[in-house]
């Protein structure tokens, strides 16, 4: 799968709107990830309203992109899932699938991470002003790239890091 090989952090984007049809794509994608005991443990919050993300930039110091950006996402972890020691998984995977559907319909993203227990999620719980049920995950922009050709392979494969039948 080429949007696999090709996905790159994009910081830069154009001025263009993302289409409606493409920001459910993202979400069926993210939504289609796998989770331990299929427990789903993600809500997406989903920003196009400028004034809010230019707010949500400073939610972070490595956040600069997010004022260009005409779209932002931040993904929650659901608390109280039955199997909670892997619900950071299941939204890796979810975040991991979102960003290649973007890749796919020609967008760039950036993943921001937020940690748990971090000012970077108090800050985003009070501005959403979110409920206890439900904890920020990461912070997504994402756009059409400026630069066309920002997706673009980079080899990083290291046979140093694979093991066969013993470490
Ligand atoms: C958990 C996580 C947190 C990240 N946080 C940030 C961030 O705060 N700001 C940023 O610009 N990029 C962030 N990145 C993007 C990484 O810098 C990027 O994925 C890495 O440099 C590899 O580059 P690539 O995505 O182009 O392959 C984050 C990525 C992950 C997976």
Redesign the pocket.
């Known amino acids: 799968m080429d949007i696999i090989f090709n996905?790159?952090?994009v910081?830069k984007y154009t001025e263009q709107k993302i289409e409606a049809e493409k920001v459910d794509r993202m979400l069926r994608a993210a939504m289609q990830a796998p989770s331990a005991t299929n427990q789903q443990p993600w809500e997406f919050l989903v920003i196009d309203d400028k004034e809010t993300i230019v707010k949500l930039a400073d939610f972070?110091p490595?956040?600069k992109?997010l004022p260009g950006a005409p779209l932002a996402m931040v993904i929650l972890e659901k608390q109280g899932m039955r199997a909670p020691l892997f619900t950071e998984q299941d939204l890796g995977a979810a975040v991991q699938n979102l960003m290649l559907q973007a890749v796919e319909d020609g967008l760039g993203s950036?993943?921001?991470?937020v940690g748990r227990g971090t000012e970077r999620e108090t800050f985003l719980t009070e501005m959403f002003n979110l409920p206890e049920t439900v904890k920020p995950f990461?912070v997504l922009a994402i756009g059409y790239p400026a630069d066309e050709n920002a997706n673009k392979f980079?080899d990083r494969y290291d046979e140093a890091r694979v093991h066969y039948n013993k470490y």
Not at 110 to 113: F, K, L, Q
């Open positions: 996905r790159r952090s910081r972070s490595y956040a992109m950036v993943w921001m991470g990461a980079v």
